[in-house]
Nanobody, 116 residues
């Protein structure tokens, strides 16, 4: 089994910054891609950013230039640095860790609220 623990969410004013962390533990031989997704109330869960084991990144258009995803392979941890936050970034943020090409695990989610 794999456990994911997220942290770093909270309430921030528009224009502010937050850093999310997601640490994986358990029966992990290796981790492939890691990523962050978000789900606003009444909406579907959408991709925010992903990072491969080699460090290649991909971002949703809505966060490009404002968010940065990174990972620490020694700690099995993925981060999401969020700058210039906007009210429309308000959502529950979930990390996802792929331990193979087809098997992944989700974090429990962390609330991010951006006030105007």
């Amino acid at each position: 089994q794999v456990q994911l623990v997220e942290s770093g969410g909270g309430l921030v004013q528009a224009g502010g910054s937050l850093r999310l962390s997601c640490a994986a533990s358990g029966s992990i031989f290796s981790i492939n891609a890691m990523g962050w997704y978000r789900q606003a109330p009444g909406k579907q869960r959408n991709l925010v950013a992903t990072i491969t084991s080699g460090g290649s990144t991909n971002y949703a258009d809505s966060v490009k230039g404002r968010f940065t995803i990174s990972r620490d392979n020694a700690k099995n941890t993925v981060y999401l640095q969020m700058n210039s936050l906007k009210p429309e970034d308000t959502a529950v943020y979930y990390c996802k860790v792929m331990i193979s090409a087809i098997r992944g695990y989700w974090g429990q989610g962390t609330q991010v609220t951006v006030s105007s």
